[in-house]
Nanobody, 114 residues
């Protein structure tokens, strides 16, 4: 069974870049037809789909975040990462990684504050 675990800084200053990593265990991130996704939930709001990277390395982003987002992967470590530039307090949220079968990580809280 695939398990996912998010990691990264819990506090980021405005205008900085947020970088989060999802470590996957139980299967390779290159497994055929799997997609690996980042989702976030700001306080008091619903879930927001941010983007995904495919088993083949292809990426797709939410149009609203595309200009500030990038998702990369390290197949040697079985990890994929989210980079979000120019963060503002509106980017404060719990960030989740998930796979295309419905497995999610536990989430990591990110606060944006100077």
């Amino acid at each position: 069974q695939v398990q996912l675990q998010e990691s990264g800084p819990g506090l980021v200053k405005p205008s900085q870049t947020l970088s989060l990593t999802c470590t996957v265990s139980g299967g390779p991130i290159t497994a055929d037809y799997y997609y690996w996704t980042w989702i976030r939930q700001p306080p008091g709001k619903g879930l927001e789909w941010m983007g995904r990277i495919g088993y083949d390395g292809s990426t797709y982003y939410s149009p609203s975040l595309k200009s500030r987002s990038s998702i990369s992967r390290d197949t040697s470590k079985n990890q994929f990462s989210l980079h979000l530039t120019s963060v503002t307090p509106e980017d404060m949220a719990v960030y989740y990684c998930a796979d295309s079968t419905g497995e999610w990580g536990q989430g990591t809280q990110v606060t944006v504050s100077s």
